[in-house]
């Protein structure tokens, strides 16, 4: 079935999964939203956050996606059930995923997390570890700066690398032994994590384990696309797309082609209050 993918992200962070997707799934088309207007979505209220899920998973809906991936870390800790109730295709956020494979890697059961503020506050990650083994110690550390270094390119660089040490310090103290880079954007600078972290220490990538996963939905509902060659990529940003073709390079690990900018104001109007009758039901 050659209908798009839909992923989205609050900005530029969600082609770390992408990248991901492209490498195991070359024949499926993509369409990539970015809020990169109303990013950071990691230091807004669960309210606000969930208000932007619904419309960012409006947006993708018209290009009649057969599936929908919450590249974003922060919307998949707060509104993962909000959009599985709210829209009639499949949804992943990246949590679930990332979660399995660290319970398989943790031998001490003893995991880290770093991620956004909101995110480590939701405690979304402790959620779901203990609910497919309780006795596993969990400690999250938010990691709010690391999103700005990275954000402004600083991807091998002494202040991004001290930054890494600072957030990572009270974690190394628990004796962890397996790291969830629980952030979009960490991927990105994932050698400095682990120059930092050790080498006996395990980072787990959610863009590497979120593709797996796709992979499987896909196949079990027998959606996979059929493309003779390589699918598309289309990319739609809220705000400056000449900055996300630039840094988004950076992320993807190649040219991002023509990011378009969209009004979205203007399709929240025209869509109208209708988006948000999820949010009655009180997910
Ligand atoms: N995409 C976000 C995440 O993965 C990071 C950037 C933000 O705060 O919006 O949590």
């Not at 209908?3 to 530029?12: L, N, Q, R, T, V």
């Not at 492209?22 to 230091?43: C, H, M, Q, S, W």
């Not at 590249?71 to 990332?98: F, W």
């Not at 397996?178 to 682990?194: A, D, M, S, W």
Request: proline letters at 5%; one cysteine or more; a negative charge.
């Amino acid at each position: 079935m050659n209908k798009p993918i839909g992923i989205f992200d609050s900005g530029i962070g969600g082609l770390t999964v992408v990248k991901e997707l492209v490498k195991l799934l070359p024949k499926e088309n993509l369409v990539y939203f970015g809020d990169t207007a109303r990013i950071p979505y990691g230091t807004r209220s669960v309210k606000l956050i969930k208000q932007y899920a619904l419309e960012d998973a409006a947006f993708l809906e018209q290009f009649n996606i057969k599936i929908l991936i919450i590249a974003c870390n922060t919307v998949s800790a707060v509104a993962v059930d909000l959009l599985k109730s709210a829209l009639i295709i499949p949804v992943t956020g990246v949590i679930e995923p990332v979660v399995s494979a660290a319970l398989n890697i943790s031998k001490k059961k003893r995991i880290g997390v770093i991620g956004t503020t909101a995110t480590i506050n939701s405690q979304a990650y402790n959620k779901q570890i203990h609910s497919q083994e309780s006795d596993v110690l969990v400690y999250g550390q938010p990691c709010p700066l690391l999103i700005s270094l990275v954000e402004e390119g600083w991807v091998d660089d002494e202040i991004t690398r001290l930054t890494i040490r600072k957030y990572l310090e009270p974690l190394l103290q628990k004796e962890i032994d397996t790291i969830i880079l629980g952030c979009t954007h960490f991927p990105v600078i994932k050698e400095l994590i682990q120059d930092e972290a050790g080498p006996e220490i395990t980072l787990i990538d959610s863009g590497q384990e979120t593709a797996k996963v796709v992979k499987k939905m896909l196949d079990n509902m027998e959606i996979e696309a059929n493309n003779k060659s390589d699918g598309s990529f289309k990319c739609f940003v809220s705000d400056i797309p000449d900055k996300f073709d630039e840094v988004g390079t950076r992320f993807l690990g190649k040219p991002v082609i023509n990011a378009e900018r969209v009004d979205f104001d203007n399709f929240l109007i025209e869509k109208g209050e209708k988006i948000y009758t999820p949010l009655n039901l009180n997910v």
